[in-house]
DNA sequence: CTGTTAGCGCGTTCAA
DNA sequence: TTGAACGCGCTAACAG
């Protein structure tokens, strides 16, 4: 039993096909008022659902926007999603979820399965990747990408333009001033610390990560201070506690101060879990900041000093909207960060 | 520009139409291999894509499963949305997004949407409400899906059918036994604990709050324990943390060891988060336990007692995933009630 | 095995 | 203002 159609509707209310349609949906002439009536007696007695797809055909504009992201359970993805879908109802659209752990060639299937549903729109979420190995992949993507645009869709891009992607119309990347709000951190950091820096990142590569071991750096070096030591990981909770499992025996036998900047949020959790599991206390043997300021990881103890970025915002950006401000971001010093408190218990 | 059609794919090939769409689009009966190639040729030269809209128009099937959540930025939810998603993914289906707050007249507008897009099945996330003033929303609700359900769709729900609905064919919920898990975490607390119990719920009516406060005073009764007082709030961080400012007080002003159980994780954090801020540690001067387990907030200190929910699994489940297994969970005591531990810093 | 044709449900031109 | 007819891009019967 399928739903039921306008023309069942059309037939009920004792009008013409084209008379239904324009009373139910959008159209700029009005039919008179008393015929209009009777269709939508008529639709509702029947239970009339439009049939989005045939309208979609017909109009070729979906009302879908697309969204990649590596992984929707991940908070970071969860918020821009949120703004995604903010900027989607606004639209009056609906979004489509895809993940993809990050790998270029599933972000290409993605974008061709959004384009296949003719996507008014497709958000791409996820940090790019210029490491060799996804050279032929993000080759594809761009591929893929620049037929969509050329087919008339829009991309929006968070952090980095595709590498490879043609600028073409209907292509933005929402600019996220990493590289700054790093050496910002670093420089304010710089002020309360005198041991020595050292970073936990992202494999090479992966630009969100690089940018921000970049900025670091220079706002390091524009504080007079060495460059850092950087260890690469895992862009990911695990990643940061293998990370911190290394660095426990050095905090220990070393008698110089480490402060540790670790390239996002849940990395340092993920430090500073492995940190305590071997007796490293924060902030009282080393100190650690991330960059996200994941909402969901505010309560942690010790606060956790990071950079705020409006994540929400990225993904309303990303999705088109207009009446959102461009991205900018602070440093939030919180505890972990809080050498004078070194010796207050956690 | 609109992107190139299956037509135009089979006049370069030089076939018919049918042809090429057996060659492109999967079908059962295979042409002959020289001319298949002939035709991916051709497509790959035109970078044909596919349109999904005409598909499901003519087959009447989408490939689209719809997914209504509260929020799909809190941790609960983007753990099932994680699950849905992987089921879809098997499936070949695509994942359409739709965030409600709750408002069960949002979720009948969300609903509508997914049929009018034709969605092959609807997974509904978020916790019921059998509060008076959504009584009209959930009959509405009840009417849409019964509609839905009766024109051929599936729907999975999470945890409680929906008020009123009737059982109709393709309509399934996957139980969370809350209400026994419930009892089982009051039957461990009491093991260690001869304080009171206090119980941080929900709002009265939404289902899931409800039953974990049934469970759990039904634990506390089978282990002899008097009745806990109940406090009601925002089922979120912020009510939690309401609910830990007046319960500051009373803590520091009594002699006996108070347990409270929040009815969720975050509440829990949000509790937790309050009562610190007025200089009340857990577990040293109360102990606490939550429900879910979520994965973000495992590296939380003082680590969370709670129940373990396989929420990616009820996610797969909810989407109609066969190689699941029925839900789930455990019991997890950790720090946060462990009263042994009192006198050592958090 | 291939090609022709008729819908899928709807928007939108044209006449009336 | 209303209605008849065509086309959106594709699948699935049928005919060849």
Redesign the interface.
């Known amino acids: 039993?399928?739903?039921s159609t306008l023309s069942e509707v059309a037939r009920v209310a004792g009008v013409s096909l084209a008379t239904a349609s324009r009373v139910l949906n959008g159209s700029s002439r009005k039919p008179a008022e008393d015929i209009a009536e009777r269709v939508r007696k008529a639709a509702d007695e029947l239970?009339y659902?439009?049939?989005?797809?045939?309208q979609?055909?017909a109009k070729?504009s979906?009302g879908l926007i697309g969204?990649i992201v590596h992984?929707?359970?991940?908070?970071y993805f969860?918020?821009i999603?949120?703004g995604v879908?903010d900027a989607a109802?606004r639209q009056n659209r609906?979004?489509?979820?895809?993940?993809t752990s990050g790998a270029p060639l599933d972000e290409k299937e993605a974008v061709?399965?959004f384009?296949?549903?003719?996507a008014d729109s497709i958000v791409i979420a996820g940090s790019r990747s210029v490491r060799s190995e996804d050279r032929q992949g993000n080759g594809e993507l761009a591929a893929e990408l620049d037929?969509y645009c050329?087919?008339?869709g829009h991309v929006g891009v968070v952090g980095h333009p595709i590498e490879g992607a043609a600028t073409a119309e209907g292509y933005h990347v929402v600019e996220v001033p990493n590289e700054e709000l790093a050496a910002t951190l670093a420089a304010e950091l710089t002020g309360g610390h005198d041991g020595d820096f050292l970073i936990v990142a992202g494999p090479e590569g992966l630009l969100t990560s690089d940018d921000r071991v970049r900025g670091f750096q220079r706002g390091l070096a524009e504080s007079g201070c060495p460059e850092a030591e950087v260890i690469r990981t895992g862009f990911n909770?695990a990643g940061g506690y293998d990370a911190g499992l290394a660095l426990a025996h050095r905090i220990k036998g070393s008698k110089r101060r480490l402060c540790i900047f670790a390239v996002n949020d849940?990395m340092a959790?993920?430090v500073?879990?492995a940190l305590?599991s071997e007796g490293v206390w924060i902030p009282r043997d080393a100190t650690i900041a991330g960059f996200d300021d994941?909402?969901?990881?505010r309560?942690?103890?010790p606060a956790l000093s990071t950079v705020r970025l409006p994540l929400?915002d990225i993904g309303r950006l990303a999705a088109g909207d207009e009446n959102t401000a461009p991205v900018s971001g602070d440093v939030k010093l919180r505890r972990s960060t809080d050498v004078a408190s070194e010796n207050q218990?956690?």
């Open positions: 039993m399928a739903a239970g659902v439009p049939n989005a797809q045939a979609a055909l070729s979906s969204l992984d929707i359970a991940d908070p969860s918020a999603a949120r879908q109802r609906m979004v489509l979820l895809a993940s061709a399965a384009a296949a549903r003719r037929r050329r087919n008339g909770r849940v959790i993920g500073t879990a305590r994941i909402e969901t990881l309560d942690f103890r929400e218990p956690a």
